[in-house]
Structure formats: structure tokens, C-alpha cells
């Protein structure tokens, strides 16, 4: 005879061995690549972002980003790395910056790209164009030579990417005339107005 409360320890016990079995099956997928199978990233065009009623007017109300420039102080300027490894967290950083502040046509992006990514800058450029085309933005190249020798080997390899370092010459990079930006990662996801810092 078997008793009910037996079988619900054994379930139990059942369970919880193989509990292990089932998070290892689950890290044993393939990493997921940024580029498709079909060459392509896949990304959606996202919605036009436009100003609320409270936000002040730049540039003589172009909207758009129409004759937006990067030397213009009366915007917010963000800057963040693109490469095609991070793309995706990229894409989505951008994303939630422009959703949820107030006023996303008075921001500026400055992107980051490394010289030598798989992927040009070029096309780095044309696909946040094509994802965000009433963005304002500009892409710069950061040549990966000026710190490549001098990152030490570390236990982490993303700290080994020369991309990671560009924050520090952001005032080297970026156009002389900006005075002020803020740096996010592109890692970071914003669930409140980018004003507000």
C-alpha cells in the first residue's frame, strides 16, 4: 500500500534532483548571434516620436530633427556605444530613452562605433536610421588602437572589447562644441524621463 504523503515526497524529491539537469539543459543552447540566418537584424521601424505640449521649442520648431545639429546646447545630448555585438540592448536603450521622456525631439544621440567591428559604421548607421528615422543622431568612429595596448588580459572578455573604454575620451570624440552629455551604457534600460538627470 502506498501511502499519499509518500508520493508526494518522492514528486518532490523527483523534482528537485533533477532541477539541476534541467537549468544545465537550458545553458546549453547555442549563443545567440545579433545577425540573423538571413543576414539581417530584424528590427522593426519604431513609431514617430513627437514632443509633448510642454516642451520647449528648438531650432526654430523644425521637429523632426530636421537641422537638428550636434552643436546644438539647448538639446539633451546622450551619448552610447553601437557595435554589433551589443546591438540589440543598444537598439533597446535608445528605445526606452525616447518613450519615456517628454520631449524626445530635443535629444541628440552621439554613438559610438569601434573602427573595426564586423559590422561597418557605415551600416551600423544606415540600420539606426532605418530603425529610428526621426532620430537625431550622429555615429563616430573610435579608433580602437588608442587603448588596445593597453588593456590587460581579465576575467571578463567584455572588459577586454576596446569599445568598453571609449566613455573615457568621450571629450576626444565627440564634437568640440558639446559641452555636456550623458553617458549610458547599452546595457541600461530608462523607464523614466532622461530629463529628469
Same mark, same amino acid.
Given at each position: 500500500?502506498?501511502?499519499?504523503?509518500?508520493?508526494?515526497?518522492?514528486?518532490?524529491?523527483?523534482?528537485?534532483?533533477?532541477?539541476?539537469?534541467?537549468?544545465?539543459?537550458?545553458?546549453?543552447?547555442?549563443?545567440? $548571434? *545579433? /545577425?540573423?540566418? =538571413?543576414?539581417?537584424?530584424?528590427?522593426?521601424?519604431?513609431?514617430?516620436?513627437?514632443?509633448?505640449?510642454?516642451?520647449?521649442?528648438?531650432?526654430?520648431?523644425?521637429?523632426?530633427?530636421?537641422?537638428? $545639429?550636434?552643436?546644438?546646447?539647448?538639446?539633451?545630448?546622450?551619448?552610447? $556605444?553601437?557595435?554589433?555585438?551589443?546591438?540589440?540592448?543598444?537598439?533597446?536603450?535608445?528605445?526606452?530613452?525616447?518613450?519615456?521622456?517628454?520631449?524626445?525631439?530635443?535629444?541628440?544621440?552621439?554613438?559610438?562605433?569601434? *573602427?573595426?567591428?564586423?559590422?561597418?559604421?557605415?551600416?551600423?548607421?544606415?540600420?539606426?536610421?532605418? $530603425?529610428?528615422?526621426?532620430?537625431?543622431?550622429?555615429?563616430?568612429?573610435?579608433?580602437? =588602437?588608442?587603448?588596445?595596448?593597453?588593456?590587460?588580459?581579465?576575467?571578463?572578455?567584455?572588459?577586454?572589447?576596446?569599445?568598453?573604454?571609449?566613455?573615457?575620451? /568621450?571629450?576626444?570624440? /565627440?564634437?568640440?562644441?558639446?559641452?555636456?552629455?550623458?553617458?549610458?551604457?547599452?546595457?541600461?534600460?530608462?523607464?523614466? =524621463?532622461?530629463?529628469? /538627470?
Amino acid at each position: 500500500m502506498v501511502l499519499p504523503g509518500s508520493i508526494t515526497a518522492v514528486a518532490f524529491l523527483l523534482i528537485t534532483l533533477s532541477a539541476p539537469l534541467i537549468c544545465l539543459g537550458i545553458r546549453s543552447f547555442p549563443a545567440r $548571434t *545579433e /545577425l540573423g540566418s =538571413d543576414g539581417s537584424f530584424g528590427f522593426a521601424e519604431a513609431p514617430e516620436y513627437r514632443n509633448g505640449v510642454d516642451c520647449p521649442v528648438v531650432n526654430g520648431g523644425s521637429g523632426k530633427g530636421v537641422g537638428t $545639429t550636434s552643436c546644438d546646447a539647448s538639446l539633451v545630448h546622450v551619448a552610447m $556605444t553601437l557595435d554589433s555585438e551589443y546591438l540589440h540592448r543598444s537598439m533597446a536603450a535608445v528605445r526606452s530613452v525616447l518613450r519615456h521622456t517628454s520631449c524626445p525631439e530635443n535629444l541628440f544621440f552621439h554613438l559610438i562605433a569601434a *573602427e573595426f567591428d564586423p559590422v561597418s559604421p557605415r551600416v551600423l548607421t544606415q540600420l539606426v536610421r532605418s $530603425t529610428f528615422p526621426s532620430l537625431s543622431f550622429k555615429v563616430y568612429i573610435f579608433r580602437e =588602437d588608442t587603448v588596445l595596448n593597453l588593456i590587460s588580459s581579465s576575467i571578463r572578455t567584455a572588459l577586454e572589447n576596446p569599445l568598453n573604454y571609449a566613455r573615457n575620451y /568621450l571629450g576626444d570624440i /565627440l564634437d568640440p562644441c558639446v559641452d555636456r552629455v550623458i553617458y549610458l551604457d547599452s546595457d541600461i534600460v530608462l523607464v523614466d =524621463d532622461i530629463y529628469k /538627470l
